[in-house]
């Protein structure tokens, strides 16, 4: 899947003061609107739920997420409605979190028909976040339709990669957040204190992968946990190095399958 990551070279890890984490590349295809934004702002891979929870900078047009300043956004959706109208095409996009419109402006030398967009097909939009009658929408400079299902997929790991980086910090080489946050499990200590030292008497003789494995999971809140997917990407394992690690750890009887097989979750004692 990492060919769906070289759409955009990567900035991710902190080096851009602007919080954008990623830069829009030359390989970015598909239909583009008439007014194309330029291409070395900062490109960020969001959700629409996040983009509707964007929350405006004062004085300008610019939105923070994550606290982060936002310039520009991709995002993947499903087409549930689209339509042409005398300067920019319509459509209302849904990725499963919400449901957002996206408009995207053309001229007669870029016009770009509804009909190259078939309903319920997914595709990647690039743009930026704009407000209309006083709701979030996106303003597209390009939009183009999504051939492999894996891409979508790839995108909601990196949007919630990108999520938790903003929102937790980097994981250091143990595979810690680098913020404390609230401990999903019974002991009163925030995340970055228990499970930063390992301390739960539950992981006995765990190997180094799964205390990895059960860290990252301490820092996930809600009920659901996190799939494994995702785990193995953020903490950089192979997937037999993430399966070995949740066997181990479920063996201890420390984790638990949630929603699906593949999604995990800390046992908590009452």
Known sequence: MSAYGNQYKSGFGGQNDDGGGFFAGSSQQGSQGAGQVKQEKSLRPVTIKQVLGAEPIPGGEHFKIDGANIDQITIVGQVRS????????????????????????????AKVSEDSYEPNSFVRVFGIIRSFNEKPSITAYSMRAVSDYN??????????????????GPLDEEGRAG???????????????????????????????????????????????????????????????????????????????TIDDETWAILEYD
């Open 151 to 168: 891409e979508v997929n790839y995108h909601l790991l990196e949007a919630t990669h990108t999520h938790l980086y903003f929102t937790k």
């Open 179 to 257: 913020k404390e946050e609230p401990s999903m499990f019974v002991g009163g200590a925030g995340g970055g204190a228990s499970a930063g030292n390992n301390s739960d008497s539950r992981l006995g003789n765990c190997s180094q992968n799964a205390r990895k494995f059960f860290n990252f999971l301490s820092n996930v809140q809600g009920n659901e946990g996190a799939n494994i997917n995702a785990i193995a990407n953020q903490l950089q394992f192979t997937m037999s190095d993430a399966l070995k690690a949740s066997e181990e750890l479920y063996s201890q009887g420390v984790i638990y399958n």
């Open 82 to 109: 689209i339509s042409a109208r005398p300067t920019h095409l319509l459509a209302q996009l849904d990725d499963g979190t919400a449901q957002v419109e996206v408009r995207m402006f053309t001229n007669e030398e």
